[in-house]
Nanobody, 115 residues
């Protein structure tokens, strides 16, 4: 019943920006920490950013710090990832994750940074 649906991915040139959205349903969104992960081909899944239930506590991987911003709207039940100054190494499938008991995942969305 828990659903996490990502949107906003696509292709962008280096230095460009994208904003990912994750629409959540089936649980009390405002009670849980939300996270963004990414996985590049042939690589391990990597935690990119995390945001606490209210939104005051935020953390980022060193590789994206200063470029990415995680935020949430507890009225819209949506978590966002604003990605600025994108680099080719940011190319990956990005996944929304809810830190509930067993953990829940979105389907993933492709972000490609090239040219």
């Amino acid at each position: 019943q828990v659903q996490l649906v990502e949107s906003g991915g696509g292709w962008v040139q280096p230095g460009g920006s994208l904003r990912l959205s994750c629409a959540a349903s089936g649980f009390t969104f405002s009670s849980y920490t939300m996270r963004w992960y990414r996985q590049a081909p042939e690589k391990e899944r990597e935690l990119v950013a995390s945001i606490s239930s209210i939104g005051a506590g935020r953390s980022y991987a060193d590789s994206v710090k200063g470029r990415f911003t995680i935020s949430r709207d507890n009225v819209k039940n949506t978590v966002y990832l604003q990605m600025n100054n994108l680099k080719p190494e940011d190319t990956a499938v990005y996944y929304c994750n809810a830190r509930i008991s067993m953990g829940y995942w979105g389907q993933g969305i492709q972000v490609t940074v090239s040219s």
